[in-house]
């Protein structure tokens, strides 16, 4: 036997109930996805524009080793590096390629000197035995502001 609510205490029948559901459901999920949409579009112009940005001054890079020397007995690597170009650089590294395939990086202590436009600094990095080259750059312009040496006849040619 069916029991009937008392009077005043109905409830809503169970498929309006299902619609509401449905349309609540629709409403949030358009309105999230308008929202994503809008968040996307501008973090990716806003990366865009930064990359344009890093591009566009490091594309005035220009570093030089000005004299580069391996001393053997303390196993150490001394280097002049020269800021040429127009753009300020730091966090300097350094590649040191024993071989083909036996590269080491090195990170010289003084590595977040900042150097402006005509501006030298002197690095020093460690060196396990003679290299066959070097190289040194700029982190903040890691492809525009690489420059090499090679190690020959006990001196490098930079």
Avoid: H
Wanted: hydrophobic share 35%; proline share 4%; net charge positive.
């Amino acid at each position: 036997m069916r029991k009937s609510a008392p009077p005043g205490k109905k409830g809503i029948s169970p498929l309006i109930a299902a619609v509401l559901l449905i349309a609540f459901t629709i409403t949030i999920a358009t309105f999230l996805a308008s929202w994503s949409t809008t968040f996307t579009r501008s973090k990716t112009e806003e990366f865009s524009r930064t990359g344009e940005e890093i591009t566009a001054e490091c594309q005035y890079a220009r570093l030089v080793i000005e004299n580069a020397v391996y001393d053997g007995d303390n196993g150490k690597i001394t280097a002049v590096v020269w800021n040429m170009g127009k753009t300020d650089l730091s966090d300097f590294q350094f590649n040191i390629y024993y071989s083909d395939v036996n590269i080491t990086k090195a990170t010289p202590s003084n590595y977040n000197v900042t150097l402006k436009n005509g501006d030298f600094a002197t690095f020093v990095v460690n060196a396990t035995t003679a290299p066959q080259k070097i190289q040194v750059r700029s982190l903040l312009c890691p492809t525009e502001s690489i420059y090499s040496c090679i190690y020959t006849g006990n001196k490098f040619n930079c």
